[in-house]
């Protein structure tokens, strides 16, 4: 793990896994260890991660413990001081991993692109939502969970196709 022991944690809670999003910045090396052609798998994993997360907080709060307790998902705040009391968006991972105050960008770190794997990697997210919410958390609906998902993707997907034509 290349994120340092001390922005890992900044609940009271140690439990909970936190990332700040300088530690996602081109400024930082922490995604070095990643292979850059690999990179926007992650970063659009940590995506789906963080937003299963926030989903699950936000529209299902009363099975939140549950949920958490089977997954640990981390949590993506803003940068300290004070940024850390935070959560910030999941689609600002994206921003986070491209972003540099280095405009000659010195260490020589690749801008990522993901827009072109993410409807891919939903479809792998999809399946893992229906396969966890029927075996482990059958009281929540997974279609409903998906769709709210869904309204959070920051790019149009078949998703988006699909409710459009369901609505018609």
């Known amino acids: ?13 140690k439990s909970t896994f936190t990332i700040q999003y300088e530690r996602l910045t081109r400024d930082k090396p922490h995604l070095d260890v990643i292979e850059p052609e690999r990179r926007a798998y992650f970063a659009i994993a940590l995506f789906l991660s ?9 529209y299902f709060k009363s099975q939140y413990a549950q949920f958490r307790s089977l997954t640990l998902y981390p949590k993506f705040i803003g940068n300290c001081p004070g940024g850390c009391h935070y959560h910030f968006h999941p689609r600002d991972i994206f921003a986070a991993i491209n972003y ?8 020589n770190r690749p801008v990522i692109t993901v827009s072109s ?7 792998v997210m ?6 966890f919410f029927t075996h482990h958390m059958a009281t929540i609906d997974p279609n409903e ?3 709210r998902c869904i ?3 920051p790019y149009k997907t ?6 459009a034509n369901k609505a018609l």
Not at 100 to 107: F, G, L, Q
Not at 126 to 131: N, T
């Open 151 to 153: 309204n959070e993707f």
């Open 126 to 131: 999809k399946d893992e939502v229906f396969d």
């Open 100 to 107: 540099s105050r280095d405009v000659h960008n010195s260490a």
């Open 1 to 13: 793990m290349s994120i340092p022991p001390e922005s890992r944690n900044h609940d009271s809670d």
């Open 158 to 163: 078949k998703y988006d196709k699909e409710a």
């Open 117 to 123: 794997f993410f409807e891919e990697a939903s479809d």
């Open 50 to 58: 963080v937003l299963a997360d926030e989903v699950c907080y936000t």
């Open 145 to 147: 969970f998906w769709r």
